[in-house]
């Protein structure tokens, strides 16, 4: 049986959340670092010169939870379309800059609320400045982002291929080039899919810096391999009280990552609020689509704002007892099923009612 190696995988002294507690950097009207809570993150995936959709996937975005929004610069015509998105969002907008320091100063001057570079690709130091000295004019933070993908050659000789290491070396490098140059509102991120790597490169960086961190596993992959991915990769380095934005990086609907995001700090006790949904496993004795229902609960429930605990058990049999530790829940039988609260059963309900009946519930559940 393989083993893994956990050396490097837990901070030293870390036994609950909020041991690292990192200086505050404001973004917009939003806060992090320090006590303020982890804040949700993510990306835009439309052509943000085309403002329409750009603004349409924000506010999809927006009403599923979303607390930053990262958007691509890939062209002056996209910095320039930052004004007209910002008038119509209501959370902190933040740009992405690749290679061009232009668009990095004109993504400022058209209302970002913070900057996402790379400097080892930005060029030379003169041109770094310039986007130093525009962040500092309008007291922008600047994300310092290093990706495994992206590591320098001489990092990459030096600790013989891409590593931990060599990651959190190369994230105090740019860091001391920003600071250098007088500036220092900055948030940094280091990204991997390799989810133990980036683990280490996150603990091997906690001690030094005070500045606060942006985690997610990058390229984590589909809907599915990437949410079991965010989660192995996120659910460790937040336990270990290591982040203050996160975004969960999955191919398809960006709507996903917040769900995702959202359930991860919720599962870790880092988040209150919402309904949490539990189920059991289908088995032999299941004589109600519980499937179709529990997916069913999990969409509604969302309507509502309360912090409950809602289960959908699949039998008559176990489903009060298993449903005990739950606020409300339903367990199905043949043909009828049963509404249950704090373990006792309240009455009997036509299965064809059992949603409806729950829905009654939480819709005159007293905050």
Not at 66 to 83: D, G, L
Not at 216 to 221: K, L
Not at 289 to 314: K, S
Not at 352 to 357: I, M, S, T, V, Y
Request: glycine share 10%.
């Amino acid at each position: 049986m393989g083993k893994i190696d956990t050396g490097n995988l837990f901070w030293k002294g870390s036994e609950s959340y909020g041991e690292r507690k990192a200086r505050e950097v404001r973004i917009g009207d939003r806060v992090i670092g320090g006590d303020h809570p982890i804040l949700i993150q993510s990306m835009t995936n439309t052509k943000t010169e085309d403002v329409k959709a750009t603004v349409e996937q924000i506010h999809r975005l927006e009403a599923a939870g979303c607390e930053i929004i990262r958007c691509a610069v890939p062209t002056m015509e996209a910095a320039e379309a930052f004004s007209q998105i910002k008038k119509e969002i209501s959370i902190p907008l933040v740009a992405d800059i690749h290679f061009d320091y232009r668009l990095a100063i004109a993504a400022i001057e058209h209302g970002a609320d913070k900057i996402r570079i790379n400097p080892g690709n930005i060029g030379s130091k003169d041109r770094i400045r310039a986007v130093v000295d525009a962040a500092k004019e309008r007291q922008i933070p600047i994300r310092v982002g290093v990706n495994s993908g992206s590591l320098e050659k001489e990092l990459v000789e030096k600790y013989h291929g891409v590593t931990a290491q060599g990651l959190a070396e190369s994230a105090l490098d740019k860091v001391k080039i920003i600071e250098d140059m007088g500036y220092d509102n900055l948030v940094i991120s280091i990204k991997s899919s390799n989810v133990p790597m980036c683990v280490q490169a996150h603990l091997a960086l906690a001690d030094q810096t005070d500045h606060p961190f942006h985690v997610g596993i990058t390229e984590a992959g589909t809907v599915f391999s990437g949410n079991i991915k965010s989660a192995v990769g996120l659910g460790i380095i937040l336990y270990q009280g290591i982040g203050d934005t996160i975004r969960v990086s999955l191919t398809g609907d960006p709507v996903e990552e917040i769900k995702s995001a959202k359930q991860i700090l919720k599962v870790l006790g880092l988040r209150k609020g919402g309904i949490e949904v539990v189920s059991c496993p289908t088995c032999g004795r299941t004589r109600i689509d519980l499937i179709g229902l529990a997916n069913q609960v999990e969409t509604m429930v969302q309507e509502f704002p309360l912090d409950l605990t809602v289960a959908v058990m699949g039998c008559v049999v176990n489903g009060p007892g298993e449903a005990k530790e739950a606020d409300i829940g339903i367990a199905g039988g043949k043909g009828e099923g049963l509404l249950i609260k704090k373990g006792e059963i309240v009455r009997k309900v036509p299965e064809g009612e059992l949603l409806q009946a729950l829905r009654e519930e939480l819709e005159h559940w007293e905050k």
